[in-house]
């Protein structure tokens, strides 16, 4: 399960380095909240939402779309990881 969760987190950080960092990964921690640092604003949300459900196959639903599954690297993954282990 943990190499699941690693390749997720590996590709949900290289999609938001390329995206919403421009390639610069300056130390972006699995913690930072992508919206208190300003990485992803309200239309990043939606992109990372359909590279989330393209990747994946999986469906988001609105009520999932919050703070605790999407404003950072970790939540994410967790989020995605458990989404796909339904």
């Known amino acids: 399960m943990m190499s699941a969760i690693n390749s997720v987190s590996q590709q949900l950080r290289q999609f938001v380095v390329e995206n919403f960092l421009f390639g610069n990964d ?6 930072t909240s992508f ?14 939402v359909g590279f989330v459900e393209q990747t994946w196959g999986i469906q988001i639903e609105d009520d ?3 703070p605790e599954n999407l404003d950072s690297l ?6 995605v990881t458990a989404k796909l282990g339904q």
Do not use: F, K, P
């Open 64 to 66: 999932e779309l919050i």
């Open 26 to 31: 300056d130390g972006l921690a699995g913690d």
């Open 35 to 48: 919206m208190e640092r300003g990485i992803v604003d309200s239309t990043g949300i939606l992109e990372l």
């Open 74 to 79: 970790d939540n994410l993954s967790n989020y």
